[in-house]
């Protein structure tokens, strides 16, 4: 590092939105550091739109790459405007070779960044990246750049504002849909320019948002509204969940500029997302988010404050950093709508006025719900496996289509008393209209995204589904009665198999029990005559209990889960003065 008088630096900041927003408090940072000297900063165009008026840069210049700037005699017309600029230092954010180039080419004298994309020999002030790199948050990794500097201490969260005719010009623009300056806000920002496999599924962002706005109209009996943003070609995605919404509703995808986009975020109450951009503007504009995570880290690029929450859904092969997913979006699909709703109530603003979305109602306002609670969890660390087709729902022969999902009578109230009692519900299921090419992975998908959001509007909402997609012949470790898809959710959602059930309507299924050791209920819609029994019998496919309905079988799981802890707790006292 040069050690004379420093008046100019130059930035280079990331030509990503979420990049550049983690970036903003090493900006300050070097402002800290050289308080005195001008600070330059280098960027897309859209990446200036972020930081116009940032206290801590003096100018931005635009990197026009599409045009002036493009092609070699684009850098070199780049490069003789920054010497022009006769910067002392450059500070290069952005890991990119060209990066260095550009600074070796404008002749500036002190060039610091990190030592990769084989720019080392470009640079002056190389600094090697950490092994840590993939555990460090991306705000301290752009800090960490500057502690060679002299930059001591840790980044505090990025912060980012607006000027107050941006504010008014965008409550001017809602105020056609219907959407007041005084109405409560919900964002969702359903989309990702990164890829598919970082998206939640859009019926669920929009079955969230309809049961958060209900729960703001009736405890709080405010005005809500529903602001859809999102980049240019996730429009169809905006239109598609906000004609499943009945509340004012306005779809801001690709319809705004990066300030426009600032402004919108800036006005809603909370942002219901995917791990994106607008993600990171939200949390740096103080406004709660709600981010749901799939294929990424959330490690090193969640929103950096205490007013933010993160959802998950555990599986092994997370973080991917795939942009699309090649297997079945497992990270994704197994987040549910009430788990966003159970984040995203906390988060909001006491003027709500929204009662506990856990069912459990506000702290002390009505204790004899918990007290109901507690005497029917008992079967907290029970998890029960269920069947879909013929269990669940009408079976067809083959589902194929989600539109033609029928859940059976009573199913949604009996998988509801589980939740209450405090058992997880996962589905285990043969599928094997796949291999056979009835029906896509996608349509798949679809029906079980329709599933739960049936559920879930019953509060029985599912705790993962499983299925198996390949044909008998295939040999495959997965299908019922193998114990392939049981053994994948114990691995993921840490199961204990020794409280577990399975309630299905095949003698499949009842051995499959059999096989884990778990407790079986043969849900058959009617009466079983006595040979039916005897064929289970020669199948080895004898269940504990067999119940004409859903009804039935959880009565009977709540009784034999009854009776075994009584038994535990008899017990107890013997076991014990035996140790």
Known sequence: MRSGPIHRILVRAP???????????????IKRLYPSAALSLLVKPAIGDLFTGHPAVDQII???????HAGLIGKWTLARELRNGRFDVAVLFQNAFEAALLAYLAGIPSRHGYATDGRTFLLSDPISVSNRRGSVHQVHYYWNLLRPLGLSGEP???????????????????????????????????????????????????EAAARLCRQVQEGGNKRVAVVIIGAKGEEAIG??????????????????TIRQLMAAVARCSILLTNDTGPMHIAAAMNVPVVAIFGPTDWKTTSPVG?????????????????????????????????????????RLPASFGLRDLTGIGPQGADSSLKEIKAEFNILEGTTIFLDRDGTLNVDPGYLKSAADLKLLPGVPEALARFKAAGARLVVVTNQSGVARGFLTLKDLDAIHARLQGLLEQHDAALDAIYFCPHHPDDGCLCRKPGRGMVDRA??????????????????????????????????????????????????????????????????????????????????????????
């Open 15 to 29: 030509n990503w939105l979420g990049d550049a927003v983690m970036c903003e408090p090493a900006i300050r940072g």
């Open 62 to 68: 635009v990197y026009d790459w599409k045009e002036r």
């Open 156 to 206: 505090d969260a990025p912060k980012l504002s607006l000027l107050p005719e941006e504010s008014q010009a965008i409550d001017e623009r809602l105020l056609p849909s219907g959407i007041r300056a005084s109405d409560l806000i919900v964002g969702i920002n359903p989309g990702s320019t990164y890829g598919g496999a970082k998206r939640w599924l859009p019926a669920r962002f929009a």
């Open 239 to 256: 239109a598609e969940i906000a004609g499943q919404l009945t509340v004012p509703v306005v779809v801001l995808s690709g319809a705004t």
């Open 306 to 346: 205490e007013i933010h929450t993160l959802v998950r859904h555990p599986v092994d092969c997370a973080p991917c950093m795939l942009r699309e997913c090649p297997i079945d979006h497992r990270c994704m699909t197994g987040v549910s709508v009430q788990h966003v709703l159970e984040a995203a109530t906390p």
């Open 490 to 579: 114990v691995a993921e959602l840490q199961l204990d198999l020794k409280k577990s059930y399975v309630i299905g309507d095949h003698a499949r299924d009842m051995q499959l029990a059999r096989i884990i050791g778990a407790r079986a209920v043969l849900v058959t819609g009617g009466v079983v005559d006595a040979p039916a029994l005897e064929a289970l019998k020669a199948e080895q496919a004898m269940p504990d209990a067999v119940a004409a309905t859903m009804t039935e079988a959880v009565e009977w799981i709540l009784r034999d889960a009854s009776q075994a802890k009584k038994a535990e707790t008899v017990s107890e006292p013997v076991s014990g003065r035996q140790a």
